[in-house]
């Protein structure tokens, strides 16, 4: 049964400022660019393949990054059953299904579309969790593809990282015509770093938004916000207890996340990729009262 998916229009607007933003930041970066001597013609090709890389071939990269191998239907039956259950209620196509072997207890989306969409689960999270809270959490993870947030965050971000290998190597190469002129070259290293730390700042605050805006599509698809609630409190206790070793591992996937894996002297401490979670258990229970 297909529920209706009720807009936060809110959260939208929140969410379309910080793209605005990101928006005005990088056309003044690549602005810059240009005035300083980056040949256009290059500037286009290079950043139409990096993007275009992202794009089409992020699913694989972040399948390859964690170790996550899609399992088929005779693999794992009953985590392929709730996914093709809740993919009819959220009206999508059925991701690709796939698991992580690590006792760290997540789970992740990716891919450009819904069609192409995978999935992921860790073995940690199918341990730990009752079959409404696995439910719930796989919901969430639907939400991002059906909100297509994971291809807005593919193309938020793939500027910031061009700005970070400029702010990495341009003082050693220089910048097109200006290479002699070491001023130029300081500018253009200045002015790289202040986009890249600003585009890193708002990419955050735009995952963070996506994050509630998913809280919100899993209570729609179950009509049990208690449940994600369950499972939250339940994952970020068990993180505390997770060796240090295997957070490092993942914590580079903090993005896709549905709870961040955070070792102790993690730098993403300070600058967290989610809300904390008395502050989504807040939401949801807000969510619950809507709906009771």
């Not at 015509?177 to 585009?199: C, E, F, Y």
Request: charged fraction near 15%; hydrophobic fraction near 50%; charge should be positive.
């Amino acid at each position: 049964m297909k529920r209706k998916w009720e807009q936060d229009w809110g959260l939208q607007g929140r969410m379309l400022f910080t793209m605005f933003l990101l928006a005005a930041v990088y056309l003044f970066f690549l602005v810059f660019l240009s005035y300083y001597g980056a040949p256009p013609t290059f500037m286009l090709l290079f950043i139409g393949a990096f993007m275009a890389i992202q794009y089409f071939y992020s699913d694989r990269m972040v399948l390859w990054t964690t170790g996550a191998h899609i399992v088929s239907e005779i693999e794992a039956p009953r985590l392929h059953e709730t996914i093709t259950r809740l993919c009819a209620i959220a009206d999508i196509p059925k991701p690709r299904v796939a698991i992580v072997d690590t006792p760290v207890p997540n789970a992740f989306a990716t891919g450009r579309n819904p069609g192409n969409a995978v999935v992921a689960v860790t073995t940690g999270i199918l341990d730990k969790l009752t079959p409404a809270e696995l439910e719930a959490v796989l919901a969430h993870e639907l939400s991002h593809v059906k909100n297509r947030d994971v291809m807005v965050m593919t193309i938020a971000s793939f500027i910031s990282t061009i700005a970070f290998y400029f702010v990495r190597y341009s003082l050693y190469f220089g910048s097109g015509g200006q290479r002699r002129n070491g001023g130029s070259i300081l500018l253009v290293w200045l002015v790289s770093l202040g986009v890249w730390l600003l585009s890193f700042l708002l990419i955050r605050a735009l995952s963070r938004y996506r994050e509630f805006s998913a809280d919100r599509g899993s209570a729609v698809i179950t009509g049990q916000p208690s449940n994600l609630a369950s499972a939250l409190m339940k994952i970020s206790g068990v993180m505390q207890k997770v060796p240090t070793e295997d957070l490092r591992k993942v914590e580079g996937m903090n993005a896709f996340f549905i709870i961040p894996a955070l070792s102790g002297s993690s730098f993403m401490n300070l600058f967290s990729t989610h809300p904390p979670v008395e502050k989504r258990l807040a939401a949801l229970e807000k969510i619950q009262n809507e709906l009771a």
